[in-house]
């Protein structure tokens, strides 16, 4: 059972990681992306997105110091660094850019897809009848968007990553927490496959204005958590 003070810890990384990675926001992605695809291919799609994410963010945590050194940048620089990048992100999400900018991204990937889809079938069978409305994609012709974009850089992306190292490095003296850090990755990729899984329910119910309202209160808080970063980082870097 864990301490009191160990949960207090930990609150705060999994809401940062919560927050960075944006499970929420990312089923309306994840929608445009299979959409017209069995639900066998979506589950496919879901397991191989989280599960490749978790070895990416896993695989920074362990050795991203590491990597760092190798280019002689040291943790205090790197935080801040990477509580700007955060902090950056928490203004998009307090104004509304973050999810914007997915969902373009998402709608310009999932056309690109279509369109080279399209023109392998029609080289393919040219007197072929055209799909209807409510056709199904078979699995073997859906297109593969687990790894990118949905891995990289939705649910891995350099917030993410950043995010990931940032923790590692503030508790670089303590094994167990590093190890729950690593622990927290995993408890969102489930709440992220969670909501993929259910994607169309979790659509239909959350209503733009509580995803609004939800985006911008956690904006704040990850905006509070990035200063801390960037102050911690000052702090080791000039006083230490």
């Not at 003070?5 to 990384?13: F, G, M, Q, R, S």
């Not at 280019?71 to 935080?79: C, D, E, L, V």
């Not at 990937?109 to 080289?123: A, I, N, R, S």
């Given at each position: 059972?864990?301490?009191?003070?160990?949960?207090?810890?930990?609150?705060?990384?999994?809401?940062?990681?919560?927050?960075?990675?944006?499970?929420?926001?990312?089923?309306?992605?994840?929608?445009?992306?299979?959409?017209?695809?069995?639900?066998?291919?979506?589950?496919?799609?879901?397991?191989?997105?989280?599960?490749?994410?978790?070895?990416?963010?896993?695989?920074?945590?362990?050795?991203?110091?590491?990597?760092?050194g190798i280019f002689g940048i040291h943790m205090p620089a790197f935080r801040i660094a990477g509580g700007t990048?955060?902090?950056l992100i928490a203004l998009e999400m307090l104004f509304e850019k973050r999810s914007q900018k997915r969902n373009?991204?998402?709608?310009?990937?999932?056309?690109?897809?279509?369109?080279?889809?399209?023109?392998?079938?029609?080289?393919?069978?040219?007197?072929?009848?055209?799909?209807?409305?409510?056709?199904?994609?078979?699995?073997?012709?859906?297109?593969?968007?687990?790894?990118?974009?949905?891995?990289?850089?939705?649910?891995?992306?350099?917030?993410?990553?950043?995010?990931?190292?940032?923790?590692?490095?503030?508790?670089?003296?303590?094994?167990?927490?590093?190890?729950?850090?690593?622990?927290?990755?995993?408890?969102?990729?489930?709440?992220?496959?969670?909501?993929?899984?259910?994607s169309n329910v979790v659509a239909k119910r959350l209503s733009p204005t509580v995803a609004t309202v939800v985006?911008?209160?956690?904006?704040?808080?990850?905006?509070?958590?990035?200063?801390?970063?960037?102050?911690?980082?000052?702090?080791?870097?000039?006083?230490?």
């Amino acid at each position: 059972m864990p301490s009191f003070d160990t949960l207090n810890e930990l609150i705060p990384v999994f809401v940062t990681l919560f927050v960075i990675i944006d499970p929420l926001g990312l089923v309306p992605v994840f929608i445009v992306l299979t959409q017209g695809t069995s639900a066998a291919h979506r589950r496919r799609m879901a397991i191989r997105a989280c599960i490749t994410s978790f070895f990416i963010l896993a695989a920074f945590a362990l050795i991203g110091e590491g990597l760092l050194g190798i280019f002689g940048i040291h943790m205090p620089a790197f935080r801040i660094a990477g509580g700007t990048l955060l902090f950056l992100i928490a203004l998009e999400m307090l104004f509304e850019k973050r999810s914007q900018k997915r969902n373009e991204r998402a709608e310009q990937v999932h056309q690109e897809l279509e369109d080279d889809h399209d023109g392998e079938k029609t080289k393919t069978d040219s007197t072929s009848a055209p799909q209807t409305a409510g056709h199904t994609i078979p699995d073997e012709e859906a297109d593969d968007i687990s790894i990118f974009p949905m891995s990289i850089p939705f649910l891995s992306g350099p917030g993410a990553i950043a995010s990931v190292m940032l923790l590692m490095g503030k508790f670089e003296n303590n094994i167990a927490m590093q190890a729950s850090v690593i622990g927290v990755v995993a408890v969102v990729m489930l709440i992220a496959f969670t909501f993929f899984l259910a994607s169309n329910v979790v659509a239909k119910r959350l209503s733009p204005t509580v995803a609004t309202v939800v985006s911008r209160l956690l904006g704040m808080i990850l905006a509070a958590l990035a200063v801390q970063f960037i102050i911690d980082g000052v702090k080791q870097a000039f006083f230490q």
